[in-house]
């Protein structure tokens, strides 16, 4: 059962290269990646062999334990880059839990970012060859770290889903774990300011976080070295320990999920309450903007992004405040909301998920379509943006800037649309599904879409390049005039790219129509 298992996580990667000739070379582009950040580990890990132990006890520790800390975090805040099985599609069948978790285990390190994570970790034993018997126990304790990771990455998620069951308790959720960014740009300023000298207090901190489930695995081969026998002892007893419950922790919640998998309920609305429905025209680019601003409200997997956008920019204010009172940063935090809110649109279709079968079946045309999911988009970013900018420029008494902030916003926004209507209509993104929790992660060939998305990203910030050129020279040299020409541009350039996508993205759209609702529902 344990090699069906790997068979059929193959069997899943070998079919989503073959889909098409852009996702086989954004295979090969990813493992070239992975390739090349591998060799420059593996370079390092043999160079830490012959410098002090210290240095090498310290860089193994954080490294390791920054590694672990990736696997459990990642796989919460991304939709879709997890590269495992989903165990709820083995509900219907018998199969024995010991060899179904060891099955999924192995089948999670079958990927670009296990199969680095694991040749890096076993790429430590070249840095403890200068002593045989560390060496030895480096293997054994590379093995047992990749394990915690994957281990602690599938209890994390599948403890998340479990609980996530409850709507309420997601709504609350994100609450409690995003909200708190705001302060995390505060503690890093005091811890920041609270280290005198770095050199001195990596060791200290290393050797801290040796004793946590973190590092512990990772500093056993050092203690050996040093010969402190019963702190490896100690050590390594931890890291077993560790990875024990990891294991049990999954077993319990994969158990649990086995039996009763994750559904939700959305709540009753009384008779007569149509909420966005009776803002719009009766029409059906209307009825897409009502529905897409609905989604805001009250999906879940929408709201993620709607509190991280005005949270994050004050990551960055919050510090330069603290510091020496300098809020120049507040003058773009409106394009940085932006921007993190509009790409948000080139993955809309696929978190329509089979609703997409709406727009099919009633023949909404493809420039309705687009317009309507666009203005949904634009009604919040907007809102955010401009408030963001008005707020900066109250803040810092730079009104003549504003202008500029302005400018920049207006661009980011068009311009996003413009691209998001057009990438939404060729690409279907592997998202959570209706009514599952924003953090579960889905099958597939994963990579490539993250690496389509990355390629928007940074397609969008060569397509404001002239806003942002001129509101950055506007805001550094106080040349209130760039400011108002970026105002300018931001309308006529991003206006036009704007319109320009959303033709394009409605013809794609309607000659792809089929298919993208055929792809959705494969991924049912």
């Known amino acids: 059962m344990v090699a069906h298992l790997i068979g059929l996580k193959l069997a899943i990667l070998r079919n989503s290269v073959r889909r098409s000739t852009a996702q086989l070379i954004g295979m090969i582009f990813g493992a ?17 062999a012959f410098v002090p132990l210290e240095i090498s006890r310290t860089v193994i ?78 293997l054994f304790c590379a093995v047992l770290g990749v394990a915690t990771c994957v281990l602690g990455s599938r209890a994390l998620t599948s403890l998340s889903s479990n609980l996530a069951a409850s709507r309420k308790f997601r709504d609350l959720s994100f609450l409690v774990l995003l909200i708190p960014l ?53 050590k390594f007893l931890i890291a077993l320990a560790t990875a024990g419950l990891l294991a049990w922790l999954w077993r319990v919640s994969l158990a ?13 609305r009384a008779a007569g309450k149509l909420g966005f429905f009776r803002r719009f025209p009766a029409t059906p680019w209307g009825a897409v903007a009502a529905r897409s ?3 805001f409200f009250r999906d879940p997997r929408y709201a993620a992004g709607f509190i991280i956008a005005p949270i994050l920019p004050l990551v960055f204010a919050i510090p330069a405040g603290l510091r020496g009172g300098n809020l120049g940063i507040l003058a773009f935090a409106g394009a940085i909301s932006a921007f993190l809110l509009i790409w948000s649109l080139a993955s809309d279709t696929s978190y329509d998920n089979t609703a997409f079968a709406l727009h099919v079946s009633t023949g909404v045309s493809g420039l ?22 008005v707020l900066a420029a109250a803040l810092t008494g730079s009104w003549a800037m504003l202008p500029g902030q302005l400018g920049l916003v207006l661009g980011i926004a068009f311009s996003g649309v413009g691209l998001g209507s057009v990438t939404s209509a060729f690409f279907i993104f592997n998202v959570p599904a209706p009514g599952d929790s924003p953090f579960k992660s889905r099958p597939g060939n994963n990579f490539i879409f993250a690496l389509i998305q990355m390629g928007g990203l940074v397609g969008l910030m060569v397509l404001v390049l002239p806003e942002l050129i001129l509101t950055t020279i ?19 350039l991003g206006g036009l790219l704007m319109v320009l996508g959303l033709r394009m993205g409605g013809r794609v759209y309607e000659r792809r129509a089929p298919e993208l609702l055929a792809l959705l529902m494969a991924q049912k």
Not at 33 to 48: D, F
Not at 258 to 267: A, F, K, M, N, Q
Not at 368 to 383: E, H, K, N, P, S
Not at 484 to 489: D, G, N
């Open 32 to 48: 070239l990646y992975g390739l090349a950040i591998l060799a420059l580990m593996i370079v390092g890990l043999i160079g830490l």
């Open 368 to 389: 309705a379509d687009r317009w309507g999911r666009a203005f949904a988009y634009l009604a919040i970013t907007l809102t955010l943006g401009l408030l963001y900018a």
């Open 256 to 268: 649990r999920a086995l039996v009763t998998p994750v559904h939700t309920t959305g709540p009753r």
């Open 293 to 295: 601003l609905s989604y």
């Open 182 to 234: 705001m302060f995390l740009g505060p503690m890093i300023a005091g811890i920041s300011q609270g280290i005198r000298n770095f050199g001195q207090f990596l060791p200290g901190f290393a050797e801290t976080i040796s004793f946590t489930p973190l590092g512990a695995v990772w500093s056993v081969p050092a203690d050996i070295v040093a010969g402190q026998w019963w702190q490896a002892g100690v």
């Open 474 to 492: 506007a805001v550094t040299t106080g040349q209130a005039l760039l400011g108002w020409i970026s105002l300018l541009v931001g309308v006529l």
């Open 61 to 138: 520790v954080l490294a390791g334990a920054a590694l672990i800390l990736a696997w459990l975090i990642v796989p919460l805040f991304t939709s879709g880059l997890d590269m495992t099985l989903d165990p709820e599609r083995f509900v219907t069948f018998a199969v024995p839990m010991r060899q179904l978790l060891t099955g999924l285990a192995c089948a999670a390190v079958l990927g670009i970012p296990g199969i680095v994570t694991l040749l890096a970790s076993l790429g430590t034993v070249a840095t403890w060859l200068r002593n045989p018997l560390a060496a030895v126990v480096a």
